[in-house]
Nanobody, 120 residues
Framework: QVQLVESGGGLVQTGGSLRLSCAASGRAFNTYAVAWFRQAPGKERERIATILARVPATYYADSVKDRFTISRDNAKNTVYLQMNNLKPDDTAVYYC?????????????WGRGTQVTVSS
């Protein structure tokens, strides 16, 4: 069982940066793959970044590649999403989610989300 809490969202201008955090409680967090999803009003939920459990492998959606970086600090039970060069299209609620070892399209553990708004 893992509980997830996101933080770090806010209002930023186009071209700005934010770092989101996903703090986890529960046992053996280092055995969970973690992903960041986002959902904008009227749009489908999109998985944008994934980090695996036991190897430092990461994956990104084309929409955020080369602008966003996912990382984890297992000693702190935290996964980060560094977001640079933000655009208005990045405006959404951002969620982190976790699944044992590898990510799936419907992971069982979710945070409540944090709002990111990018002004033009």
């Amino acid at each position: 069982q893992v509980q997830l809490v996101e933080s770090g969202g806010g209002l930023v201008q186009t071209g700005g940066s934010l770092r989101l955090s996903c703090a986890a409680s529960g046992r053996a967090f280092n055995t969970y793959a973690v992903a960041w999803f986002r959902q904008a009003p009227g749009k489908e939920r999109e998985r944008i970044a994934t980090i695996l459990a036991r190897v430092p492998a990461t994956y990104y959606a084309d929409s955020v590649k080369d602008r966003f970086t996912i990382s984890r600090d297992n000693a702190k039970n935290t996964v980060y999403l560094q977001m640079n060069n933000l655009k208005p299209d990045d405006t959404a609620v951002y969620y982190c989610a976790a699944n044992p070892l590898v990510m799936t399209p419907t992971p069982p553990y979710w945070g409540r989300g944090t709002q990111v708004t990018v002004s033009s």
